[in-house]
């Protein structure tokens, strides 16, 4: 592991990927998680290449354990080492993002990345801090659970006197690679919708998903269960949501 993260630390500054076609078959990595951030992974490469840094997203392709059986992104941790499977390309970036992600397999082992996570602190661009709150969905079965981040739709937000303004497609209408699914685990009876922030009021809309790309279709509205469960149905749907500060949407799909 030391020499591992020699090299890395030598590479890091002359991160240099070249994007590039689709393969004809699917390639393969090995890669040991950093961060994990919502839906997305820092990794580092560990193979051939040991040193590139990536993010790839938890939310589209398959993940399983090293016995091959099925697990939530809540398994994962940092330190874990991962195969990736991906038949698409690596995005031209720092940190680079693999596109086209089909699998994600833990292989058993596991790092101490604590250094690396010192040294990656130091280098990456700082996000600034998101102001608005953010919606989770979350779907509980017998043997898994399954949770995705929504993507916000059109909003509205002010606060300490800067304005933010989103205008967004009506959800039917959101192109495929925007959308988030979320695929109901066996056994899962009710969703829960999970805010960071709790609204002074919100509304849920759902659509049947064979409605995409019409937009004049008429929608459901839903009543939660308690405080924020519903049914856990198909469809296409839209929380909107009220707070002092203004109105916020999301728009997820359920499969």
């Not at 580092?44 to 997203?57: D, I, R, S, Y």
């Not at 604590?114 to 996000?127: F, G, N, R, S, Y």
């Amino acid at each position: 592991m030391k020499k591992f993260m020699s090299f890395l630390c030598s590479s890091l500054f002359a991160l240099a990927l070249t994007a590039c076609g689709a393969p004809k078959a699917p390639a393969t990595m090995e890669v040991t998680i950093v961060d994990i951030s919502g839906s997305a992974l820092m990794v580092v490469e560990t193979g051939q290449n040991a040193g590139h840094v990536m993010t790839v997203g938890t939310q589209k392709p398959a993940l399983y354990d090293q016995n091959g059986k099925v697990i939530s992104a809540a398994a994962l941790r940092p330190g874990q080492q991962l195969e990736v499977g991906y038949g698409g390309y690596i995005l031209e970036s720092f940190p680079a993002q693999v596109g086209a992600c089909e699998y994600l397999k833990l292989t058993g082992q596991e790092f101490d990345v604590t250094d690396l996570q010192t040294e990656l602190q130091d280098i990456l661009p700082k996000a600034e801090p998101d102001p608005m709150p953010i919606l989770q969905a979350e779907c509980t079965g017998k043997k898994i659970a399954c949770c995705l981040n929504a993507p916000r739709g059109t909003s509205s937000w002010v606060t300490d006197e800067e304005g933010i303004c989103m205008d967004s497609p009506h959800p039917l209408d959101w192109p495929e690679e925007r959308i988030v699914s979320m695929d109901i685990p066996e056994g899962c009876k009710r969703m829960r919708l999970i805010f960071s922030r709790e609204p002074d009021s919100f509304v849920v809309r759902r659509w049947d998903i064979s409605c995409l790309g019409d937009s004049t279709a008429e929608e459901e509205v839903l009543t939660p269960d308690g405080e924020t469960f519903l049914p856990a149905q198909a469809g296409i749907y839209e929380v909107a949501a009220e707070y002092p500060e203004g109105n916020l949407s999301w728009s997820f799909r359920i499969n």
